[in-house]
Structure formats: structure tokens, C-alpha cells
């Protein structure tokens, strides 16, 4: 049984920053790569950061790239999204997901298999 949980979300005003982390325990068969996805309100979930975590390789979505850095922590079994200088765009609930992504299709949901059940990130 695979469960991943989200925490780390808030408030937060304009330009500030905020750490979520995606907390991975049991036997994610077969998965190769850990996404961060968000979702605001009558929107579709979009990919935001991955991470293949065999080899590093790291992707982010054009809007956040140098301001969201995607990490993990092998010995915690933890994914972290480090957020910065943070837009009242980026406004929505964040979920981490795992599966056994084919490269270049990382920002896709349906390459996702496990996901969490989310945590809300509010920027105003």
C-alpha cells in the first residue's frame, strides 16, 4: 500500500516563500518519478516541478522555472517543492504524485499512478 502526504502549505503574502514537502512510504512499484501538480478552482491540474529519482533529472513548468526548486531526500523517502518569490497565481491545492513516467510526458496526470491528497498554498 502506497501513500504519499503532502505538508508544508499556507499563507503567504506576495514574494514570499514557502517549502512543501511529499512524504513517500510503502513500495511505489515500478514508479520512476515523483511530480508536483496544483489545481486552483475551476481549473485543471497542471504539472508544476518533477523528478526522475534515479538520475536527478529535474523539469519544471515554464511559469515557475527559477522560482520553485524540486528536490529529494533518499534517506526520508521525502520530495520537496521549495517555492519563492510567490505569485497570487500560484495560488491553488498542491498534490505530489508518483508513477512510472516516460520522459517528456512528466507534466502529464495520467503518467501518475499514486498521488497524495494534496495541500493548499494560498498567496495574496
Known amino acids: 500500500h502506497v501513500q504519499l502526504v503532502e505538508s508544508g502549505g499556507g499563507s503567504v503574502q506576495a514574494g514570499g516563500s514557502l517549502i512543501i514537502s511529499c512524504a513517500i512510504s510503502?513500495?511505489?512499484?515500478?514508479?520512476?518519478?515523483v511530480g508536483w501538480f496544483r489545481q486552483a478552482p475551476g481549473k485543471e491540474r497542471e504539472g508544476v516541478a518533477s523528478?526522475?529519482?534515479?538520475?536527478?533529472?529535474?523539469n519544471y513548468v515554464d511559469a515557475v522555472r527559477g522560482r520553485f526548486f524540486i528536490s529529494q531526500e533518499r534517506a526520508k523517502n521525502t520530495v520537496y517543492l521549495d517555492m519563492n518569490s510567490l505569485k497570487p497565481e500560484d495560488t491553488g491545492m498542491y498534490f505530489c504524485?508518483?508513477?512510472?513516467?516516460?520522459?517528456?510526458?512528466?507534466?502529464?496526470?495520467?503518467?501518475?499512478?499514486?498521488w497524495g491528497q494534496g495541500t493548499q498554498v494560498t498567496v495574496s
Open positions: 504524485a508518483a508513477g512510472r513516467v516516460r520522459r517528456g510526458n512528466w507534466w502529464r496526470p495520467a503518467e501518475y499512478n499514486y
Open positions: 510503502g513500495s511505489a512499484s515500478g514508479s520512476n518519478s
Open positions: 523528478i526522475y529519482r534515479g538520475d536527478g533529472t529535474l
